[in-house]
């Protein structure tokens, strides 16, 4: 599955909570293989909105939407806890 590219302000904050390194770890990880065991991917409540995530670490999660069935467009970044 491809990713589409970050938004400006979404590429601000993984810079801001020294995150890139481990998103693309992840990116590549899910570019491959969507639902593999360390990414959790999810589809979020109420499902009908079709929103997914997928984790970067323990703390922190990437929120997407599918566009198609081969790519998926990251909507947002967030602290998981928060």
Sequence with gaps: MQVKS???DLANYLKR???IRKYEKQ??????NSHHPSLHTEI?????L?????????KYRTIFIL???????????NDHYK
């Excluded at 990116?27 to 491959?32: D, G, I, N, P, R």
């Excluded at 079709?50 to 984790?55: A, E, T």
């Excluded at 566009?67 to 970044?77: F, K, L, P, R, S």
């Design 67 to 77: 566009i198609n069935q081969n790519t998926a467009e990251v909507i947002d970044i």
């Design 17 to 19: 909570h020294g995150l």
């Design 44 to 48: 979020l409540e109420p499902k009908s």
């Design 50 to 58: 079709k929103i997914y995530s997928f984790r970067i670490d323990k």
């Design 27 to 32: 990116v590549k990880l899910f570019s491959a």
């Design 6 to 8: 970050l938004r400006q």
